[in-house]
């Protein structure tokens, strides 16, 4: 699909690929959402340049993801996606700037997307591409800082329900596993799509292909929000270390909860084993064994067995062992 963003435009127009050509010359940003292979060589045609493949937005190196070709700057993040799920996953964004116009190419819509339209109708949309390329770039990093606050309180929420409770009272402790790995995914999420937004603000404040115009007001808005990213990423760390310890304690509780168990049939097993080598001594039936042939040995036998399976439970409670 092709969305079409002319200057000041409240909302986008939607065309089709042959129509391209005619109405480029007012647009100031393209947005490709899942394009079709038609519609990539609309856009390579009427630009003049080479869309990057699916494949090469996936590519890690940063050969792949910024560089200059063709007059025009190539710059590709990675955007976080169904966030509010239990899998959060990240899809690439590749953004195009040429000359003062906008491209975008995505097969995903991560939420700053979504909130455009709300934007446009605020403020009467962009006065050219770059603008709207900063302004989604710093709604992105609005949305990142939600995303970390979301899972920093979700660990916190967890911390203080797990230590803060009674052991009778304490939750699941396999379930807290899972939701602490649910945060430990998002913020790693997070912090991989601020690397990538890192990289791209880095290389567009250098970048030769902007008119020479917008360099200085570029470099400049990209220097601000790199600031937000450096600081965002060292709470990611931040968010990072608590859910490493978040896991690494409720390990700990599970690993305590299993201790009392073992011990628990430890200490049963100490308390029955003198009356089983009573029984057992009894049990083998020699001739020659007074107590067989004695009334009330069967009685003592018994007794025999109780005290010695009590004075061992004693022992333990005095101890504090149980």
Request: charged share 25%.
């Amino acid at each position: 699909m092709l969305v079409l963003f002319a200057k000041r435009d409240r909302a986008g127009c939607k065309v089709e690929p042959a129509a391209l050509a005619g109405a480029l010359d007012a647009a100031i940003w393209i947005d490709m959402l899942q394009p079709t292979p038609e519609e990539i060589r609309a856009v390579e045609a009427a630009l003049g340049i080479e869309m990057p493949t699916r494949e090469e937005m996936r590519e890690i190196e940063a050969s792949s993801r910024v560089y200059e070709e063709s007059e025009a700057v190539f710059l590709t993040a990675s955007l976080p996606v169904n966030a509010e799920t239990d899998a959060p996953e990240l899809t690439e964004v590749s953004f195009i700037l040429q000359g003062e116009r906008l491209v975008t190419l995505r097969y995903a819509e991560p939420q700053p997307f979504k909130t455009l339209g709300q934007r446009l109708e605020r403020q009467g949309g962009f006065e050219h591409g770059e603008g709207a390329f900063f302004w989604l770039v710093d709604a992105i990093v609005a949305r990142l800082a939600d995303l970390l606050e979301r899972a920093s309180s979700d660990v916190d929420n967890l911390s203080t329900e797990v230590f803060g409770a009674a052991d009778g009272q304490r939750p699941d402790l396999v379930a807290a596993i899972a939701r602490i790995g649910r945060a430990g995914q998002l913020s790693g999420r997070v912090r991989e799509s601020l690397l990538t937004l890192n990289r791209i603000l880095l290389f567009v404040g250098q970048a030769e292909s902007l008119p020479i115009a917008m360099r200085k007001d570029a470099r400049s808005k990209a220097k601000g929000l790199n600031r937000d990213v450096y600081s965002l990423s060292a709470h990611a760390d931040f968010v990072s270390n608590k859910v490493t310890f978040a896991l690494d304690a409720t390990l700990g509780l599970i690993n305590i909860e299993q201790t009392k168990i073992i011990k628990i049939f430890s200490v049963l097993a100490m308390v029955f084993l003198p009356p089983t080598l009573i029984a057992s001594i009894y049990g083998m039936n020699f001739e020659v064994m007074p107590e067989l042939q004695w009334p009330l040995g069967y009685p003592f036998a018994l007794l025999l067995m109780v005290i010695s399976a009590v004075v061992p439970y004693v022992f333990f409670k005095r101890q504090g062992w149980l």
